[in-house]
């Protein structure tokens, strides 16, 4: 039940940070699929966020145009584009995580190191489950 409340959370503070940053969900999901690799191509992220290249086309326009998404030619192919997180876009996140990442800190003090890298080992498997079974779910359709 603790990954469950965790998961809803986790869900709510989405909501929260998206409300805070005057995007919409799947906007948001963009801007943290894009941070989260680097740099991404239109077609990858559109199979990502389970969307049309047409519909990400029209997000990323909006983000661009907000100053939170850039595009740029990949380094290897000119033909292709990158997308990549606007540094406007990471401190105006950067802003509203920190007294978060600030509590997690002190929460994770209060633990002795073998128990931090117990929790780190679960965490980073219960990762790998997670990602498995959504890439799973991502191919099957």
């Known amino acids: 039940m603790a990954t469950r409340h965790l998961d809803v959370a986790l869900s709510s503070l989405h909501v929260a940070l998206a409300r805070r940053l005057g995007v919409s969900q799947p906007e948001l999901a963009a801007i ?4 989260a690799a680097g740099e991404l191509g239109p077609t990858e992220l559109a199979r990502r966020l389970d969307v049309t290249t047409g519909a990400i086309t029209a997000l990323v326009d909006r983000l661009a145009e907000r100053g939170h998404l850039a595009r740029g030619p990949h380094p290897a192919d000119r033909r292709r584009l990158e997308i990549h997180v606007t540094d406007h876009a990471r401190d105006e996140v ?4 920190l007294p978060l990442t600030a509590d997690i800190r002190a929460l994770a003090d209060t633990f002795s190191d073998g128990e931090r890298a117990a929790i780190g080992r679960f965490l980073d498997e ?13 191919l099957r359709s």
């Open 94 to 97: 950067l802003q509203h995580i």
């Open 126 to 138: 219960l990762t790998a489950i997670v990602r498995r079974h959504a890439d799973e779910d991502v």
């Open 32 to 35: 943290t699929h894009v941070s």
